[in-house]
């Protein structure tokens, strides 16, 4: 089982729709979670990065259940602009290299 | 604030051949990372360096691939020979101790 797995999509949703990726992880050692966005041929970005607690930027509200041990990421109202691949991203206790998903692509259509 | 550098943006070579990139981190930034991107996949971590010293090359395949940050700043990724399974796109990424990395714009190797 992969350590990050995500649905690669893509998920083609309407200007202004809402639409949610979810994540699972297979290490229960992971401590620290992010949501990147990597646009077509250009480098990973962080998004934001996701608390016990959820936590919201505009439009964007990420969120992460341990006992399930996934992770979700929630954009409202979406624009041509958020068009791009979400890297759902894990980093284990006590060590500080990145663990990545292979991504989900996210197509908004006019 | 100058981001992270990196050089060539392309290449393209034959496969037994070698090919070395060049990564500049950001100014201060104490870590660096070389990842391996491949077409589909999430980037995947080759090696971190910590000031000169390397902290985990776990993933890098020491029979051909290489890398060096001899005076704790810039770092090159040497791969000799290329596999045609070496095409991808190698990123480099800094941060300042354990915080957020910042990626630079990577090379795209494509081994014919």
């Known amino acids: 089982r992969k350590e990050v797995e995500q649905d690669p999509g893509p998920f083609n949703v309407p200007e202004g729709a809402t639409v949610a990726f979810n994540c699972t992880y297979s290490n229960s050692a992971s401590q620290s979670f992010f949501w990147y966005r990597q646009d077509c041929r250009k480098e990973p970005k962080l998004l934001m990065s996701?608390?016990?607690s959820g936590n919201e930027d505009g439009r964007f509200t990420a969120q992460l259940n341990r006992a399930s041990q996934y992770i979700s990421l929630l954009i409202r109202d979406s624009k041509l602009s958020d068009s791009a691949t979400y890297l759902c991203?894990?980093?284990?206790?006590?060590?500080?290299?990145?663990?990545f998903g292979k991504g989900t692509m996210l197509l908004v259509s006019p | 604030e100058a981001g992270v550098a990196q050089s060539p943006r392309y290449k393209i070579i034959e496969k037994r051949q070698s090919v070395a990139f060049w990564c500049n981190p950001i100014s201060g930034h104490a870590t660096l990372y070389w990842y391996q991107q491949i077409l589909g996949q999430g980037p995947k971590l080759l090696i971190q360096f910590q000031n000169n010293g390397v902290v985990d090359d776990s993933q890098l395949p020491k029979d051909r691939f290489s890398a060096e940050r001899l005076k704790g700043v810039d770092s090159t990724l040497k791969i000799q020979p290329a596999k045609l399974e070496d095409s991808a796109v190698y990123l480099c990424?800094?941060?300042?101790?354990?915080?957020?990395?910042?990626f630079g714009p990577g090379t795209r190797l494509t081994v014919l």
């Open positions: 990424a800094s941060s300042p101790q354990d915080n957020e990395q910042f």
């Open positions: 996701v608390y016990s």
């Open positions: 991203v894990v980093k284990r206790e006590g060590y500080s290299t990145l663990t």
